[in-house]
């Protein structure tokens, strides 16, 4: 799959990744073919890979605050979130974060919680083939798998 057919995809999500929008995506996705499916999760583990960065994952969420009024760091999964509602938004956000994380900055509150663009791929490839998604991507989406992304955590 293309980057331009990737985006394409995810503009059907209309900037947010919500139940609703997730399920309409992954019932667009499961009308192609099987190939089209693991390409489209090929796409969306790299971009979340490419934004797995220290610059990114270090931002408090901007809508919390921890003890004595201190900033709230996100935790792994917060930040896994956070990048797949920056995914959500669309090619321009994404694109625009990398030159300036502030960018990025709003999309750690919880009100863009971004997690059910990760069931995406495993409901299209069921809905497809009426079998469980069982495929491994090239890239890691985990929090902190993008060693050059956090050049502190390198062994």
């Not at 331009?4 to 019932?27: I, V």
Request: aromatic share 14%; glycine share 6%; charged share 25%.
């Amino acid at each position: 799959m293309t980057w331009t057919d990737f985006w394409a995809l995810t503009a059907t999500l209309d900037g947010k990744a919500t139940e609703e929008s997730c399920r309409r995506l992954a019932e667009e996705l499961s009308r192609r073919p099987a190939p089209h499916i693991i390409g489209f999760a090929e796409r969306l583990s790299e971009a979340l890979y490419r934004l797995d960065q220290e610059k990114f994952g270090t931002l408090p969420v901007v809508d919390l605050t921890a003890r004595y009024g201190s900033p709230f760091p996100q935790s792994a999964d917060v930040f896994l979130y956070t990048r797949c509602a920056v995914v959500a938004a669309g090619q321009a956000v994404w694109e625009s974060v990398f030159s300036d994380a502030d960018k990025f900055a709003p999309y750690t509150s919880s009100e863009r919680d971004g997690e059910w663009l990760l069931y995406v791929t495993d409901k299209a490839y069921e809905l497809a083939t009426g079998k469980k998604w069982n495929h491994a991507t090239r890239y890691c989406s985990e929090s902190y798998s993008n060693r050059d992304g956090w050049p502190d955590l390198r062994a």
